[in-house]
């Protein structure tokens, strides 16, 4: 059957269906003027009748029928059968048609008032129907709906929804407003809001508060949660975390347990375990309990509740025992006042000729001996605390830990120094010496201009010349340079020996340094941290050489030395205040070593430092200080009068001009990281730019050469996700 026998059929079928009033409606005059109104009635009841059809003659049919323009993508092929064995009103009719394209992979969308037939994966990106509430649109057309939701996580339904949706089209939560957005056919997002109804409902675990009498909330929470799953080893969800059947919470201030089950009876069962293990002791006065600390450092929590519950223990000497209990270690002064290079034990190191810094040696911190006396003992191995006292006054003590013992925030302090230097220099002159007479005369002149110095002067270049090639070698090993540039020179001969009669030097220079270096570290609050990137030079501070009885020469000579951290060097502490202010005490310094320094007095070095107190937001940048220095230097040496002669005086001078310019300067940004997600995705981030660098820097590949490789760090593996929150 031809295309155009299906479009015949098509309207035939239309215009039998029509019902007879419309005919005589329209009478003769229809069949001589071309009516400008629907094919149909919008009202009209139709038959369809397409078998095995051409996809585009039947879409213009429906078009036709429904008096609406439809286009069709050019992807659109294929044959279709739509049919109905009883007339339908025109909506049916459209709606039977897209449940037939369906079948075949097409569909129809709204976009820009025009109905579009398309394929189905490409209609979810060009549909225009976008609906919060609800749409009235039904059957098989494509539209987007946005489901707000009220008391459930719109991650927890995405699981449970993807499945429902078609291959085709997509389904995305918006974590920020807690929303879902779907896309997919009419007749599925009312399904899909059927089941997000009765999902989303406020949550029907039971919550009560018990408050005990007995124990300590944080010593029976662990146990109940375990007891209440079975003996499983679960942490405590934060509620809304359906992690377990049963969540037990710690109320601190009232030393109460909150209980959330999501039935009656697991929570009555969990009630029946808190009053079963709230039971009295069978002691009357102290007794010892252990408790381990999961953040703070047990040394320095001891002293600090001796000192808070002092008073009201029974143990006594617990206030002499708060400053002589707790062992001295290397202590927080940030003692930056010299160079934080010299600590003090450098020239014993060396020596002894070890000659490493005392830095590298020495322990990070002294290692912390028990915390005696009073009834809170400190055990630095296990980090925990040996409380010996009532119950009354436990439970005090107890509540005082849970509040002190939290994750301490961490500050990520990044550095950056830049420094640039910019240096031009020129120099011309002309020295030439001359001797006038003849061989044998008494009595000889001689004339001439020298400037400068080493071999840069003509007359300690024509001694050189005259020694011949040691001559040279001797003025070089003497640390006499030759002047840089362009020499030209006329050599004379005295005698047996070449000299020079005339010199002339020119010379053009211009260097740049572009120095940027980015020391970074990480340092919990209230701490401080220090990071050393650079050389250990040593330093001579001492000799000694002890004169022989016998034979008057030297025995037993040696030489004491100091070592010195000499580069990149950044100190910090760190405060982190309201608002996420961070306050730093910084001390940074940029150091090196001056080339060609090294005497007997030891090197010289070029040091830049700064030390300074600020304050700035998380994550904004700030400027330490720096350097903006600009040098200019002239010389003009030259015979008075004659080097003053226009163009001939260039003969009598010798100029020379140089300019540097020095810019340094030194940013800080810290960064607050409160969580292990912080940190986590600051040292994944830090972590994979490193690869990058890794992977780019690899070997080029070469017939003649084997490919070794180069090292690359492995690919970091995710952590798995933590059921309860940070503490």
Do not use: C
């Not at 309207?11 to 029509?18: D, E, G, Y």
């Not at 377990?244 to 209980?259: E, F, K, M, Y």
């Not at 037993?556 to 982190?576: A, E, S, W, Y």
């Amino acid at each position: 059957m031809s295309r155009l026998q299906h479009i015949g059929i098509a309207l035939l079928s239309v215009l039998i269906a029509t019902n007879s009033q419309s005919a005589q409606l329209n009478g003769g005059a229809a069949q001589n003027v071309r009516s400008t109104k629907p094919a149909v009635r919008p009202r009209s009841p139709v038959t369809l009748n397409f078998v095995s059809a051409d996809v585009e003659a039947v879409t213009r049919a429906i078009g036709v029928m429904m008096d609406r323009q439809i286009i069709i993508d050019p992807r659109v092929k294929g044959t279709i059968t739509v049919y109905s064995e009883q007339p339908v009103s025109i909506a049916e009719g459209y709606r039977i048609y897209l449940a037939a394209m369906r079948g075949i992979g097409f569909t129809v969308v709204e976009s820009g008032g025009f109905l579009k037939v398309l394929p189905e994966p490409e209609a979810k990106l060009q549909a225009d129907n976008v609906a919060i509430e609800g749409s009235g649109i039904r059957g098989d057309q494509i539209v987007t709906q946005i489901f707000v939701l009220q008391h459930e996580i719109a991650n927890n339904l995405l699981a449970v929804l993807r499945p429902l949706i078609t291959p085709n089209n997509s389904i995305n939560a918006n974590p920020g407003n807690n929303s879902l957005v779907v896309t997919d056919y009419a007749d599925n997002l009312q399904r899909i809001a059927k089941i997000i109804s009765a999902m989303d409902v406020p949550g029907a675990a039971d919550i009560e508060i018990v408050p005990l009498k007995h124990s300590v909330a944080a010593d029976l929470a662990p146990l109940v949660q375990r007891l209440a799953d079975g003996g499983a080893a679960a942490g405590g969800g934060a509620p809304g975390q359906a992690n377990s059947a049963v969540n037990v919470l710690v109320d601190a201030r009232s030393n109460g347990l909150i209980l959330r089950a999501s039935n009656p009876t697991r929570l009555a069962a969990a009630r029946a375990i808190v009053d079963q293990l709230d039971q009295p002791t069978s002691g009357n006065g102290n007794e010892a309990h252990v408790v381990f600390l999961k953040n703070a450092d047990a040394v320095k929590l001891a002293a600090v509740l001796r000192a808070a519950f002092g008073a009201s223990s029974s143990a006594t000497g617990a206030g002499s025992a708060i400053g002589g209990g707790t062992p001295t270690g290397p202590g927080n002064n940030f003692g930056i006042a010299g160079s934080p290079a010299g600590n003090g034990a450098g020239t014993g190191a060396g020596a002894s000729g070890v000659g490493a810094s005392s830095a590298s040696t020495a322990p990070l911190s002294a290692s912390a001996g028990p915390s005696t006396g009073g009834f809170v003992q400190a055990d630095p191995s296990t980090n925990s605390l040996i409380i010996t006292a009532a119950e009354p006054l436990y439970r005090q003590v107890r509540a005082a830990i849970e509040q002190l013992d939290v994750r301490r925030a961490q500050v990520y302090v990044e550095s950056l120094v830049v420094k640039i230097d910019n240096a031009k220099a020129a120099r011309f002159g002309v020295q030439w010496q001359n001797l006038f007479g003849d061989k044998g005369d008494s009595r000889i002149t001689g004339v001439g201009t020298n400037f400068g110095t080493s071999l840069a002067n003509i007359i300690n270049g024509t001694a050189a010349v005259a020694g011949g090639r040691s001559g040279v070698a001797a003025a070089l090993q003497n640390n006499r340079s030759a002047p840089t540039g362009l020499n030209v020179g006329v050599l004379k001969k005295v005698g047996d020996f070449y000299t020079l009669g005339a010199v002339a030097n020119l010379f053009e220079g211009q260097g740049g340094a572009n120095v940027m270096s980015t020391p970074n570290l990480v340092v919990l609050d209230n701490e401080e941290a220090r990071i050393v990137i650079g050389q250990n030079v040593p330093f001579v501070t001492g000799s000694y050489a002890g004169a022989g009885a016998s034979t008057g020469g030297t025995v037993n000579p040696f030489q004491t030395v100091d070592r010195k951290d000499v580069g990149l060097t950044l100190k910090v502490k760190v405060q982190i205040g309201a608002g996420n202010t961070v306050r730093l005490q910084v001390y940074q310094e940029n150091s090196n070593v001056v080339p060609g320094s090294s005497g007997t007095e030891g090197p010289t070095l070029d040091k830049s430092a700064i030390e300074a107190s600020v304050a700035v937001d998380d994550g904004d940048i700030i400027v330490l200080g720096g350097l903006l220095k600009d040098e200019y230097i002239d010389g003009d040496d030259g015979v008075p009068g004659l080097s003053k002669i226009p163009l001939i005086g260039r003969l009598f001078s010798s100029e020379n001009r140089s300019r540097v310019k020095t810019n340094l300067m030194v940013f800080l940004r810290p960064v607050v990281m409160r969580t292990a997600d912080d940190g986590r995705r600051l040292s994944l981030d830090r972590y994979e730019s490193i690869r990058a660098l890794q992977q780019q820097s690899q070997p080029r590949s070469d017939l003649l050469l084997p490919d070794t490789g180069a090292p690359i760090v492995p690919v970091p593996t995710q952590p798995a996700a933590s059921g309860g929150t940070a503490h």
